[in-house]
Each structure stands twice: as structure tokens, then as C-alpha cells.
């Protein structure tokens, strides 16, 4: 299974060109965080000016050449990557417990305040838990049970990343391996200057 995970980066810690932006993702998290499952290959890089780098090769094998030439039909692109970042996380809590990602996107209000989704994340949390409690219980039947202990843990990883004063939203303060279901991640020290941030796209095999 491949995914995009999103790492908020400071542009000034490298040159702003292909080889040196891959070299730099590599060094800050690939080598300490993917192992041999976790295929890695970045897809583009946007700054705050809306300046976009394209990461992978023509014809890549996957098409991942195609998110710069879809993002480059944007104006508004570093904008367009961000709302991608919410939308990732809000993808992935709706895997937990009974409501679908329409259900949670209709109680959260563009443009997305972190506080809200935090409140929204611990309901999710109480919810999953009670119903696992309930399964190890045995006071209800769960033909799932493995899956339902499954999603508690991806839950704990995910209220623990999400839930704390994050310095720059949606991205979480600290780096998770590709399978801790985290999947927008802040690589930058917390005092980098906002003017500076920018956003690699990385398609990640997990």
C-alpha cells in the first residue's frame, strides 16, 4: 500500500533544486525513519511564494510526475498542499469508530481550526475506547476483534500526535515511522521563519 505523506520543511536548510531537496529528505527522515517495506520517493516541493519543484523523474513508473503537472495548473498552490494536509488527517480519522469522513467533515468548518479538530479527535478517541474496552470485556460480540485493538493502538499513536499545541497545524511537533498512520509531519525546528516553510509531497509504501 502506497500513501502521501506531507512534511512541513524549512526551504532555507537546503538549495532550492531537485537533487538537493531528495538529499535533504533523506538525510532529516528517510534514514532514520523508512526501512526496507517503506519505499520512499518524493513527489514535489512547494514554498510559501507558490514556487514548485518537481522531485521525480519524467515517466515515473507510478505517475507521481503528475502531481507537478496538476499543481501547476493552480495559482493558489502552497494553499492547495495545506488543505491536502488537513484533508489527509481527517481521511484517516475516519477510520476509527462508527462515522465516515462526510460525517466529519460536515462538523468541521473550512478553513480547518485546529482546536476544533482536536475536540473532534478526543470524541473519537473516548468513542474507540469504550467500544474496545467493551470487546476485551466481552460484553459485546465483535467478529473483529484483532482490527478493533488494531485501530485502538493507531488511535493512541494519533491522539498523541495531533492532540498536543501543535507549532504549525496540521503538522505534528514530532517525526513518526510511516506506519504509525501519521501521515503530516513538521520537519523544521518550531522558530523557523513562516515565510520560509514550505511542503514536500512523499509517496511512501508502508
Not at 75 to 93: F, P, T
Amino acid at each position: 500500500m502506497h500513501a502521501n505523506y506531507l512534511f512541513l520543511v524549512n526551504t532555507t536548510d537546503f538549495e532550492w533544486t531537485s537533487e538537493a531537496v531528495n538529499n535533504y529528505f533523506q538525510e532529516a527522515y528517510a534514514i532514520d525513519f523508512c526501512d526496507e517495506n517503506n519505499w520512499y520517493q518524493p513527489a514535489i516541493i512547494v514554498n510559501k511564494k507558490n514556487e514548485v519543484l518537481q522531485l521525480v523523474k519524467e515517466n515515473d513508473w507510478r505517475g507521481r510526475d503528475e502531481y507537478y503537472t496538476e499543481i501547476m495548473k493552480l495559482d493558489n498552490r502552497y494553499e492547495h498542499v495545506l488543505d491536502l494536509a488537513w484533508s489527509i488527517i481527517i481521511y484517516e480519522l475516519s477510520h476509527y469508530g462508527n462515522d465516515n469522513l462526510e460525517a466529519i467533515k460536515n462538523r468541521l468548518i473550512l478553513p480547518y481550526d485546529i482546536k476544533q479538530f482536536q475536540r473532534e479527535l478526543t470524541t473519537k478517541f473516548a468513542e474507540v475506547f469504550e467500544k474496545t474496552a467493551n470487546v476485551v470485556k466481552g460484553l459485546e460480540k465483535e467478529d473483529y476483534t484483532g482490527q478493533m485493538l488494531y485501530n485502538s493502538s493507531c488511535i493512541i499513536k494519533f491522539y498523541e500526535a495531533y492532540s498536543k499545541d501543535l507549532v504549525v497545524p496540521p503538522f505534528t511537533n514530532y517525526m513518526h515511522t510511516p506506519d504509525d498512520e501519521v501521515r503530516t509531519m513538521r520537519l523544521c525546528d518550531e522558530k523557523a521563519n513562516p515565510d520560509n516553510h514550505g511542503i514536500i509531497v512523499v509517496d511512501i509504501h508502508t
